[in-house]
Antibody
Framework: EVQLVESGGGLVKPGGSLRLSCAASGFTFSSYSINWVRQAPGKGLEWVSSISSSGSYIYYADLVKGRFTISRDNAKNSLYLQMNSLRAEDTAVYYC????????????WGQGTLVTVSS | DIQMTQSPSSVSASVGDRVTITCRASQGISWFAWYQQKPGKAPNLLIYDASSLQSGVPSRFSGSGSGTDFTLTISSLQTEDFATYYCQQANSFPLTFGGGTKVEIK
């Protein structure tokens, strides 16, 4: 069974940093592109970042470019999101989501981890 | 960036009703999907390539459209279908979603 489990969320002050993790199981992690998608409270879905299977290709939404860094460790079946210079508007549930093979569709999602940026 | 506009933003319907949701892309796209999200849960892929049903999704869900205009139809609404539905363009980065359509009980 494919599983994606996020962790690392919590309360952080504006300007602070946080590192999210996503542990994958049930599939060959090193063969799939993985993403971070977020959802602010009561709002819609917003794609944040994507990393290819080998880590060679990385993409960011403009709103987080220069502040967030996506990375992966295929030996540990893990995805990460380093978030710096956090703002109130980064408050959201952050999901990791797998790309369907050869496409940019999201076929499996984790349960999400809540990041709250507040003083 | 490709903008995705969904309508309506909400719809009230009864069990057994036929429900149609539309999504318009700001430019022509070839790769398009629909997701269902229930409160407190992660989204679930329903339809990809505009009209292909994801494995395990009931056949009462169907998708159609091409280019800039796409439609999700639920042929006979069931209790478990009350949720929020999102469209997504999968053509190019940044990947973008529509604003969502909440299907509520009438």
């Amino acid at each position: 069974e494919v599983q994606l489990v996020e962790s690392g969320g919590g309360l952080v002050k504006p300007g602070g940093s946080l590192r999210l993790s996503c542990a994958a199981s049930g599939f060959t992690f090193s063969s799939y592109s993985i993403n971070w998608v977020r959802q602010a409270p009561g709002k819609g879905l917003e794609w944040v970042s994507s990393i290819s299977s080998s880590g060679s290709y990385i993409y960011y939404a403009d709103l987080v470019k220069g502040r967030f860094t996506i990375s992966r460790d295929n030996a540990k079946n893990s995805l990460y999101l380093q978030m710096n210079s956090l703002r109130a508007e980064d408050t959201a549930v952050y999901y990791c989501a797998r790309h369907r093979t050869g496409t940019y569709y999201f076929d499996y999602w984790g349960q999400g981890t809540l990041v709250t940026v507040s003083s | 960036d490709i903008q995705m506009t969904q309508s309506p933003s909400s719809v009230s319907a009864s069990v057994g009703d036929r429900v149609t949701i539309t999504c318009r892309a700001s430019q022509g796209i070839s790769w398009f999907a629909w997701y269902q999200q229930k409160p407190g849960k992660a989204p679930n892929l329903l339809i990809y390539d505009a009209s292909s049903l994801q494995s395990g999704v009931p056949s009462r869900f169907s998708g159609s459209g091409s280019g800039t205009d796409f439609t999700l139809t639920i042929s006979s609404l069931q209790t478990e279908d009350f949720a929020t539905y999102y469209c997504q363009q999968a053509n190019s980065f940044p990947l973008t979603f529509g604003g969502g359509t909440k299907v509520e009980i009438k």
